[in-house]
């Protein structure tokens, strides 16, 4: 009889210090340092760092080598006193690459990280192999703090242990980030850059996901 494999170990998840142009990024890391595959970069959601991201992290570590950066302003990466826009954490992430060295990767970005996400595809094509967009808002039906609001607390009904976790993510950023962030990302009209995506783009998302509309995603 030919003994089962045992199952392959967790990548251990490291972290670094990375200075893109003028930003000191705290980022996490997993995988091979020289990978067969594409790398990855990815995004965690609205104001958390990658703490949230560990358990993907790890996951996709086990093909890839993987990218998990706090953004300025995140967690455990200091930001400027204003609050960066789309458009502006877009080139935060080319920064990030040139400092890594990498040339083509596969971004996957998570809620409002999505807007950066795409923003980052339309921006500098080049540099991007493929796109992933986790639960990728805000929908065109909910651009209002009421709905955004109201589907938070539903949806942390799901959530409630990363909630708890991440709120000293929320905390440390500070009142003006938070809402900041928010009103840039009720005014990003994502449905109208993602059609200057040339890049192969998979869209996903939960299926008891209370923030993002199925009929949104498709």
């Known amino acids: 009889m030919t003994p089962e ?10 972290t670094i210090r990375v200075q893109a142009g003028a930003w000191d990024l705290h980022v996490l890391t997993a995988g091979p340092p020289a990978p067969h595959g594409p790398v990855v970069v ?3 959601g609205f104001i958390v760092g990658g703490r949230s991201a560990v358990p993907l992290t790890r996951a996709l570590g086990h093909r ?5 950066p706090d953004l300025p302003g995140y967690a455990l990466s200091p930001g ?3 609050t960066l826009t789309q458009a502006q954490q877009a080139e ?3 920064l990030l690459l040139t400092a890594l060295g990498l040339a083509r990767v596969v971004l996957v970005a998570n809620s409002f990280s999505a807007q950066i996400a795409v923003e980052f595809a339309v921006t500098h094509p080049r540099e991007l192999e493929r796109l992933v967009l986790i639960a990728p808002g805000v929908d065109s039906h909910g651009r209002t703090p009421f709905h955004q609001l109201a589907r938070f607390l539903r949806n942390s009904r799901e959530e409630d242990a990363w909630v708890a976790g991440m709120t000293g993510d929320f905390v440390r950023a500070g009142p003006r980030r938070n809402i900041e962030t ?3 990302a009720l005014r990003y009209r994502m449905e109208r850059r993602l059609p ?5 783009t998979l869209v996903v998302r939960g299926e008891r996901d209370a923030i993002v509309p199925h009929r949104w995603v498709e």
Not at 5 to 14: R, S
Not at 64 to 68: A, M, N
């Open 5 to 14: 494999a045992e199952p392959p170990a967790a990548p251990a998840i490291g």
């Open 196 to 200: 200057l995506v040339q890049a192969h």
């Open 92 to 94: 935060v992430i080319r």
């Open 182 to 184: 928010a009103w840039y």
């Open 80 to 82: 400027p006193s204003r």
């Open 42 to 44: 990815y995004l965690a």
């Open 64 to 68: 890839y080598r993987v990218y998990t």
